[in-house]
C-alpha cells in the first residue's frame, strides 16, 4: 500500500514526498495482482527467477533469422557444414593450418618452403666472380660495375664455404634470400643458375652446384661445408678432337694444333690460314701465291706440291701421253714422225720412199740409247711449229713438218697432224697416199 511521507524543506517548508512504500508494498512474486508493484530483491541481490519470462532464446531468431539447428550463416567448428561462398581475410593470417595431406587441402608455409627448396634453378645473376672476392663494398667483377641490390653469384672464394650467391651492399655482403638455408635445404647438389647476365668471362654461361654437403640428405651447411660451383656443361662429359678445345661449354677451334685449319666467322665454319704448310701443319695466307695451294701426291705422280702446277704438270701429262722407246742409231728430233725399226728401237721416218708404219710424233730431242715418248693421235705437241695458221693440215716429208702435200715419184705421203695456234701441233698421225 503506498504511503505519503511528509518532510521539511528548507526552501519551501512542509512538504509531500511524491511516492513513497512500505516494505510490505514489495513483491517478489510474479503473475496477475502483482502488477506496477516494486520489485524485491533476494540476499544476492538478483530478482527472482519467476519475474522474468522473455520465452526460449533462440540465436538464429535474435535478428529475424530462422532455423533451428542448421545454422547456414555461422560456421561450424565441427567442420561439418561446406562453405558456400570465398573466405575474405582481410589481410588477416590464418593459423595453424596442418601439413596438406589430399590434393585440394590448404598449404602451409613449411610446405611451400619446402616445394621451393625442391625447385633448384635460382634467379639469375648480374655477375659472376672469377677470384677471391672481398664480401664487402661496391666492385667491378668479371669487367661488370655491380650495384647495391645486385645478386651475384660467388664461386672461387679461397675458403669455398663461403660460396653462394650475395646481394652487393656497400657494407658487408649477405646472402641471397633463396640460396641462405633458411629454410634448410636450400643449398644442395644440383642447384642451378640459369645465366650470368653479365660478364667478360662468364657472360651467358649457366653454373650449378656440384658439391654435396655433409648434412641429410647431402644438404650443406653454411660455414662449415664447401660449396663448389661448375659450368652446367661440364667439361669432364666432352673430350676435345684434333684441331678442338674446350673452355666449358665454348668449343673453340685449336690453332696451336699441327691439323688446325678452321675456324668460325659469323657462326660459320671456315678455314682458318694460321699455321705455315709443313707436313705437319695447313696453311697460312704467306704461303700462298695467287691460286695456288698445297696438295698432298701419296702416288708421286707430279713433281708439283702446288694444285695450279700440278694441275698444269697433270694436263701436260695428259695432252702429251703416249708410249716410250729407246731411242736407235741416230738419235731423234722433237717432232719428227717415228717408226720403228728392225730391231725394236725407233727412229725418224727419214726414207718416204720405204714403206714404214708411222706411230706418232717424238715429245723429245733424244740421242741414241735414251728413252723418248712417242705421241700418237688426239695430243698436243707445242713448239714444232713456227708462225703456223690454226687450222692447216701439216704432213711429214722425211725431214720436216711442211703446211703442203709432199711431192715426188715413190713417196709415201703422211699427214702428221692439224695446227692449233702458231706453234702447237694437233697429233693425228695417218697415211694419206703413195704418190705415183
Wanted: glycine share 12%.
Amino acid at each position: 500500500m503506498a504511503k505519503q511521507f511528509k518532510y521539511v524543506d528548507n526552501a519551501t517548508g512542509l512538504d509531500f514526498e511524491a511516492e513513497g512504500y512500505e516494505s510490505s508494498d514489495y513483491t517478489n512474486t510474479g503473475g496477475a495482482g502483482n502488477e506496477n508493484k516494486p520489485l524485491l530483491t533476494d540476499a544476492s541481490g538478483l530478482l527472482d527467477s519467476s519475474l522474468i519470462n522473455v520465452g526460449a532464446i533462440d540465436h538464429n531468431s535474435l535478428d529475424g533469422r530462422v532455423g533451428i539447428d542448421t545454422h547456414p550463416d555461422f560456421l561450424d567448428l565441427t567442420g561439418t557444414r561446406a562453405m558456400t561462398g570465398a573466405l575474405n581475410m582481410n589481410t588477416n593470417l590464418i593459423n595453424g593450418v596442418a601439413t596438406p595431406v589430399s590434393s585440394n587441402d590448404a598449404v602451409n608455409k613449411a610446405y611451400a618452403d619446402a616445394l621451393a627448396v625442391g625447385n633448384r634453378a635460382k634467379g639469375n645473376v648480374v655477375a659472376a666472380s672469377i677470384a677471391n672476392l672481398a664480401l664487402t663494398g661496391i666492385q667491378t667483377i668479371d669487367g661488370q660495375a655491380v650495384a647495391v641490390g645486385d645478386r651475384v653469384l660467388v664461386k672461387d672464394q679461397t675458403d669455398a664455404t663461403e660460396n653462394g650467391i650475395y646481394i652487393a651492399a656497400t657494407g658487408a655482403w649477405v646472402r641471397s634470400e633463396d640460396l641462405d638455408n633458411q629454410p634448410q635445404a636450400e643449398i644442395v647438389n644440383g642447384v642451378l643458375i640459369p645465366v650470368v647476365l653479365n660478364g667478360t668471362v662468364n657472360g651467358g654461361r649457366p653454373f650449378f652446384i656440384s658439391s654435396v654437403g655433409t648434412g641429410v640428405d647431402g644438404v650443406h651447411t653454411v660455414g662449415t661445408d664447401d660449396i663448389v660451383w661448375e659450368l652446367f656443361t661440364s667439361p669432364t662429359q666432352l673430350q676435345p678432337g684434333e684441331g678442338i678445345a674446350l673452355d666449358g661449354n665454348i668449343i673453340n677451334v685449336d690453332l696451336i694444333a699441327a691439323t688446325s685449319s678452321l675456324l668460325f666467322n659469323a657462326n660459320k665454319l671456315g678455314i682458318d690460314f694460321a699455321t705455315a704448310i709443313t707436313d705437319a701443319k695447313p696453311w697460312k695466307a704467306s704461303d700462298l701465291t695467287a691460286a695456288y695451294l698445297p696438295i698432298v701426291d701419296a702416288g708421286n705422280f707430279t713433281t708439283e706440291i702446288e694444285v695450279e702446277g700440278a694441275l698444269q704438270e697433270l694436263y701436260g701429262l695428259i695432252s702429251q701421253s703416249g708410249v716410250e722407246y729407246l731411242v736407235g742409231t741416230g738419235g731423234c728430233t722433237k717432232g719428227d714422225l717415228a717408226r720403228i725399226s728392225g730391231d725394236n728401237t725407233t727412229l725418224p721416218y727419214s726414207d718416204t720412199n720405204n714403206a714404214h708404219r708411222g706411230i706418232g710424233l717424238f715429245l723429245e730431242t733424244k740421242a741414241a740409247g735414251e728413252t723418248v715418248k712417242v705421241l700418237a693421235n688426239d695430243t698436243i705437241i707445242s713448239g714444232v711449229l713456227s708462225g703456223a695458221t690454226a687450222g692447216v693440215p701439216y704432213y711429214w716429208n722425211g725431214t720436216t713438218l711442211v703446211d703442203s702435200v709432199p711431192s715426188g715419184s715413190g713417196t709415201f705421203v703422211w699427214q702428221v697432224g692439224v695446227a692449233k695456234n702458231a706453234t702447237d701441233l694437233h697429233v693425228e698421225v695417218r697415211f694419206v697416199k703413195k704418190n705415183a
